[in-house]
């Protein structure tokens, strides 16, 4: 499920790394029209005027093929593709090369309400940039309850009960150099099947809520170093109460999976005590998750070393 | 759970006092709290989540409680939100 419709209109404004350059020139009544087919169309065919099968509902590319045809038409054939092509419930339309559309094209657009943009990419380009940005829009989403920390390159999220010291952790974990990228809420995306991208709410970037000081901002607390739009969910550290009795795990040899849309994520519990340094263990566990992901898996290599000695210490003893 | 859907009516929306005056009620609640709008469900024990939701006038959300006093929770969560966060 993705939460929010997709407008034309967050093509535009969409709050993504790619900047797809789109400048609108026409329809702009039109930019509350609802996205719900990710693909694109090249309208050539149509332009010709083979309109069978015309995908009118996909964000329609003019590349230069498309200008360059619709240039050598007269202005009365012109008039009568335009009628047309826009008599179908047409979605947008984008320019390519900076080309624009001309007069006729503009006038057209307004009057049906078809957004119609001016991109300074090339055709192929912006076709595989868009697909990136609509993959974005489309992909699965979930909002987890949760604090994302990009903790020495690895994205962390800590889980928890409220009350048990996410933010608090933090806090200190910004302190110590490493980068907040959202408090309490991460809408966390699956992008491409296979990584889990979470950022915060726009509207709340980089805030957080501490107890018994309020709502700060840590930006302008800690600065510009402090913080990060977005990053890749690399494990999940849950916070709980330390409960007397219960067993924690002492070995780390098993690696325990917590699964979010479907994709498997490392985890570990961390018990929570008065005077345990939380931050600390966090960024050891985060440099330890590293070691692992390069192929060094402590636990098991301290196994292997102590097994293959007790082999050879038994085997001496057979002598 | 329980949950029930409510209107936001005060014209302000809900900024930072209502956020507060909500995450306060819910907290004296021992079950679970969510406050949903648009299906984005945030955390009703938490203002950074609620704050979140940017709730205007005229949003629809849901009060959903799981636990221990559900009932009587979302009772509660939903008069205030429908008395325009007055107490």
């Known amino acids: 499920m993705h939460a929010k419709k997709i407008f034309i209109r967050d093509l535009r404004d969409a709050d993504s790394k790619i900047d797809l350059q789109m400048e609108l020139v026409a329809g702009k009544d039109g930019l ?6 990710g693909d694109i169309n090249r309208p050539g065919l149509g332009l010709a005027g083979f309109f069978d099968f015309f995908a009118y509902d996909r964000i329609q590319i003019f590349g230069l093929g498309e200008t360059a045809f619709m240039r050598r038409l007269s202005p009365e054939q012109k008039r009568e593709v335009f009628e047309k092509f826009f008599s179908f419930e047409v979605l947008c339309c984008v320019f390519t090369h900076n080309e624009h559309p001309d007069e006729m094209f503009v006038e057209f657009a307004n009057r049906y309400r078809v957004p119609t943009f001016v991109t300074r990419h090339r055709t192929t ?3 595989s940039l868009l697909t990136h940005v609509v993959e974005e829009f489309f992909s699965p989403l979930v909002v987890m309850h949760g604090t994302l920390v990009d903790v020495f390159g690895v994205g962390v999220l ?5 009350g048990v010291g996410k933010s608090e952790t933090a806090l200190e974990l910004i302190e110590r150099g490493h980068r907040l990228v959202a408090d309490d809420m991460v809408e966390v995306r699956k992008i491409d099947e296979s990584l889990l991208m979470g950022n915060g709410s726009e509207i709340i970037r980089h805030h957080m809520e501490i107890r018994g000081l309020g709502i700060i901002n840590v930006r302008d607390i800690f600065g510009i170093r402090s913080i990060r739009n977005r990053k890749r969910i690399e494990m999940v550290v849950l916070l ?3 409960a007397e009795g219960r067993e924690y795990d002492r070995l780390g040899i098993d690696e325990k999976r917590y699964t979010i849309l479907d994709l498997d994520v490392p985890y570990i519990t961390v018990p929570v005590r008065p005077g345990r340094n939380i931050p600390i263990i966090i960024e050891t566990a985060a440099l330890n998750q590293r070691l692992k992901k390069m192929g060094v898996f402590s636990a098991r290599e ?3 070393r102590i097994q293959n000695w007790m082999r050879m210490e038994g085997e001496r003893s057979d002598d | 759970m329980i949950e029930r859907e409510v209107l936001v009516r005060s014209d302000a929306g809900v900024h930072a006092r209502p956020a507060m005056m909500f995450v306060r009620e819910a907290m004296k609640y021992p079950c679970e709290v969510f406050l949903i709008k648009d299906n984005v469900e945030a955390n009703g024990k938490s203002i950074m989540s609620v704050l979140g939701l940017a709730i205007t006038s005229g949003s629809r959300l849901i009060v959903r409680a799981r636990g221990e006093n559900e009932e009587s929770a979302v009772a509660k969560l939903v008069s205030l939100i429908e008395n325009d966060f007055k107490n």
């Open chain 1, 32 to 37: 509350g029209k609802e996205i719900t087919v």
């Open chain 1, 125 to 127: 380009r912006f076709i």
């Open chain 1, 158 to 162: 800590l889980m928890g009960k409220s």
């Open chain 1, 240 to 242: 709980e109460e330390w």
């Open chain 1, 302 to 304: 301290l196994d292997g």
